[in-house]
């Protein structure tokens, strides 16, 4: 009897901090899971992307060279975890309630509607941001 061990799939890029960083994480994200993951899934996963990077350009300071990681992998359960990781903030991510006329403030809705969890970690290098999905 043979047993087969699938591997971890794993990817991270770097990206500027600078809003063109969640167009560079979106089209590298779709274009290395487009053949891995369902459409809705994938879908998903560029949205919550591209409000975490977001978030990061907005609220928190680069890492060092000006950038921030973005990292996501698959799970051996069939999920996907994304995680951003940036210079930090002082006030560190939280939910906000958004007006319907507000132009901001739902990013981390977003994203907490579309993950089965999300959280932050710090060390003292800066902040991650995660998600899974």
Do not use: F, K, Y
């Amino acid at each position: 009897m043979s047993t087969t061990i699938a591997e971890p799939r794993a990817w991270c890029v770097v990206v500027p901090h600078h809003a063109r960083g969640a167009h560079v994480a979106r089209h590298r994200l779709a274009d290395e899971l487009d053949t891995l993951v369902p459409a809705d899934r994938l879908d998903d996963a560029v949205a919550i992307a591209a409000e975490l990077v977001g978030n990061a350009v907005c609220h928190a300071a680069p890492l060092p060279g000006d950038v921030i990681r973005v990292a996501w992998r698959l799970l051996a359960d069939g999920g996907l975890e994304i995680r951003v990781t940036d210079g930090g903030s002082p006030a560190g991510p939280q939910l906000r309630v958004a007006t319907p006329d507000a132009l901001d403030g739902r990013g981390l809705t977003i994203v907490a509607a579309l993950a089965t969890g999300w959280g932050v970690e710090r060390d003292g290098l800066g902040q991650c941001v995660w998600a899974t999905l």
